[in-house]
């Protein structure tokens, strides 16, 4: 992470083919300098991928990890593993902007009663769901002490400006992104996705990202699977 010239953006440069590899071993050198003995997971809406990221990175820690979510698929399972403890939180509404607002900040205080209790030895993951929720991790470390790494699944204020929600040169947009800069600078490690998420132009007509990775990615392979599938079996008839 290294930031641009003149400006308070940050260029997040971390190659699909590295960031597995890197996140592992920032994971390892914790373990093995004595700095972590569990981490706290921190995510409002929790899919399977970042289940299994939470289940593997605490299997290898000493003491058992903890995941904070509002995920009813999550919370519906008593135990993932013996390693990893599910805590249920406020979950994310989107029935409306006000809704959404008001699951994010019940979300971020709740984390902040979470965190509050770790030490130096806890290491927090986070993601940007809520993307209100790093100023305050980033404060809790600096009063805490314990070390945190950012996962990026979407950058704010990036999506609230190309929904229309606020003004690309605004106040709150300004303030935004200094946080943003803050809170990376500080992280041990940032983690995203992909230069077009990142920007947030990879989107479908709604705005949803992962909506436009299944239509334009997930559908297209299937296709060809089954379609080569279908060949395979007519050349064998």
Known sequence: VSRNKGSNSLSIKLSSS???????RTIMAMKENNLVERFVFLNQLTRPLFRELCIDVAQHLPKPSLLSTGDKETLAKE???PHLKIRSSPSYNRNSKWSRLFSW???TFDSLFVIGRA?????????SNPPILGPFVWLMSKLKGFP?????YDLYPEVLINFGVLQK????????????????????????????LIEGNVRNDEGQAYRWIFDHMLVPLNATMFALLAFYIASAA
Request: with cysteine.
């Open 18 to 24: 590295t960031k597995i590899r890197r996140f592992r």
């Open 79 to 81: 135990s993932w593993s």
């Open 105 to 107: 900040l019940s979300y």
């Open 119 to 127: 030490g130096p030895e806890t290491a927090v993951l986070f993601a």
């Open 148 to 152: 945190y790494i950012v996962l990026v």
């Open 169 to 196: 040169n605004g106040y709150l947009v300004r303030l935004w992104r200094k946080c943003n800069v803050l809170v990376w600078e500080s992280a041990s490690m940032v983690v995203t996705l992909g230069f077009g």
